[in-house]
């Protein structure tokens, strides 16, 4: 058996938020809107119809660029891809070819084993969304096929890796952080059940040292990142097999089968053909005024990987938290103003984490906070900290300061006054602790006899029931101390 190397790469077309499509200006969203009502000359291909470069698309496509540390190129050229498929009425697709927007950039992954790798990324160009087909729709006869064009002529950029991969894992790796980097940009929604997102991945094989292997296998359409780790791993597996057994692996499209687990080979008239790519005579060269480039750069800011080194540093995190606060542009600023704040009253980040990563984070996931609106909708950075740091001295209880931190996110008022109005003050005071140690032991016979006798286990129901009996205001931690000390007696 030889040893084989897997050399994978991606091509992924990310949709660019844009209100308007690429060439005219029908809206770019909206595909719950009816079929073919989002359309007009242009983006349906009608004799005649000129297309004109929408700037914003051009914009956010730059800014792509920048988070991929791409070279961005001053002139590009828009070409046509000629081929013939119903959901392309003008029969060519207005892409890019050898001059992209975007040309040579990088992504760095973190590696399962350690260290990190940069992926080299070839190219990443602006082109048109084609149309969608409605094969058999409901309530139509069942050999019938609808064409709807609302989504021809949205902006996508595909984005092209070199094949600098070598296992299913580092593909997903690598899939994840293009995702965060160009959700981090505000380029693409990135939801890939939308479409968003999509992703292809060529695999092949060469025996371990060799130079790259003389046949490329694309799988195309794989709808979540999931899939494309698992693709590319029955890909590893049957090619290997295969030249093991000294065959040649075809030059192949194929697509992932999920319910089957396995790929299957696309239908020949689906694959790929001589596209007689030209330049597009309806579109003038593409340029970037510098002004615009040096200005977009500087707007560019720390990327998620500098965010994260930084949140290690400055604060202390772990990698893992680093990575959780880091998710967004917008709760990486959130919550490193959390943290100055703390800084400045003396509060370590680990009681602001707690809070962040637990009621925080549940709360947002819960009311479907974006984002976006995070600055807005979520509560003020000093309450989250104020409300940490009677948490962390220990003059609430845990449960108190999620009821606590519920109140000061709904009212927007001070903890500190809430903990008053709500008594939400833990308690320590002995002699109250004893009055309802003494209830909660009078209650369970039982569990103070076993704890009597040694049975720690015993202990827990207890306190449970003396928190119960204090209405979550005692301290535990005290709670445990008294019960013993009047069992001990
Ligand atoms: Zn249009």
Not at 134 to 146: E, M, N, R, V, W
Not at 149 to 161: A, C, D, M, Q, T
Request: neutral net charge; aromatic residues 6%.
């Amino acid at each position: 058996m030889t040893d084989f190397e897997p050399v994978i790469g991606l091509e992924v077309h990310a949709q660019l938020k844009t209100a308007a499509k690429l060439f005219c200006r029908c809206a770019a969203g909206g595909f719950d809107a009816p079929a073919n009502t989002n359309i007009c000359p242009v983006c349906t291909g009608q004799p005649g119809a000129l297309p004109a470069a929408n700037a914003g698309a051009v914009e956010l496509a730059v800014r792509a660029g920048l988070a991929l540390n791409c070279r961005v190129n001053e002139v590009s050229v828009f070409v046509r891809k000629n081929y013939f498929y119903p959901d392309l009425p003008k029969a060519y697709q207005i892409s890019q070819y050898d001059l992209p927007l975007c040309g040579a950039g990088e992504i760095t992954i973190d590696l399962k084993a350690g260290g990190t790798k940069k992926v080299r990324v070839r190219r990443a160009h602006l082109e048109e969304d084609a149309g969608k087909l409605l094969h058999s729709p409901a309530g139509g006869a069942q050999d019938h096929t609808l064409a709807d064009f609302n989504r021809s002529g949205v902006p996508l950029l595909e984005i092209v890796s070199e094949p600098d991969l070598n296992s299913a894992e580092e593909a997903y790796s690598c899939l994840t952080e293009l995702k965060l980097l160009l959700q981090w940009a505000g380029v693409c929604g990135c939801d890939m059940e939308k479409g968003e997102l999509r992703c292809d991945v060529n695999v092949s094989l060469r025996p371990r040292g060799a130079a790259t292997p003389g046949y490329k296998v694309e799988i195309k359409n794989l709808n979540s990142f999931k899939a494309a780790r698992d693709a590319v791993s029955y890909e590893i597996s049957r090619q290997a097999a295969a030249l093991n057994n000294g065959e040649t692996v075809a030059r192949d499209t194929r697509l992932w089968d999920e319910k089957a687990r396995r790929t299957e080979p696309m239908r020949s008239k689906e694959a790929a053909c001589d596209y007689r790519y030209f330049p597009e005579p309806d579109l003038p060269p593409l340029r970037v005024a510098p002004e615009l480039l040096a200005g977009l750069k500087s707007k560019t800011g720390d990327l998620p990987r500098e965010a994260r080194a930084r949140f290690i540093r400055d604060f202390a995190l772990n990698a893992y938290e680093a990575g959780v606060v880091a998710s967004t542009r917008e709760l990486a600023a959130y919550a490193e103003a959390c943290m100055r704040h703390a800084a400045t009253i003396g509060l370590g980040s680990k009681p602001i984490m707690n809070l962040l990563g637990g009621e925080f984070l549940a709360r947002v996931n819960e009311n479907r906070i974006a984002p976006k609106d995070l600055a807005e909708k979520a509560i003020r950075p000093e309450l989250l900290v104020k409300t940490a740091a009677l948490a962390s001295s220990g003059k609430v209880s845990a449960s108190a300061a999620k009821t606590l931190f519920a109140r000061a996110w709904e009212t927007g008022r001070d903890p500190q006054a809430l903990l008053e109005e709500l008594g939400l003050a833990q308690v320590s005071d002995p002699a109250q602790l004893e009055a309802w140690a003494r209830e909660a032991i009078a209650a369970r016979p039982k569990a103070a006899q076993d704890l009597k006798a040694g049975n720690e286990r015993a202990l827990g129901p207890l306190v449970g029931l003396l928190m119960e009996k204090s209405a979550g205001k005692a301290n535990p931690r005290a709670a445990g101390e008294v019960i013993r000390k009047i069992l001990g007696e």
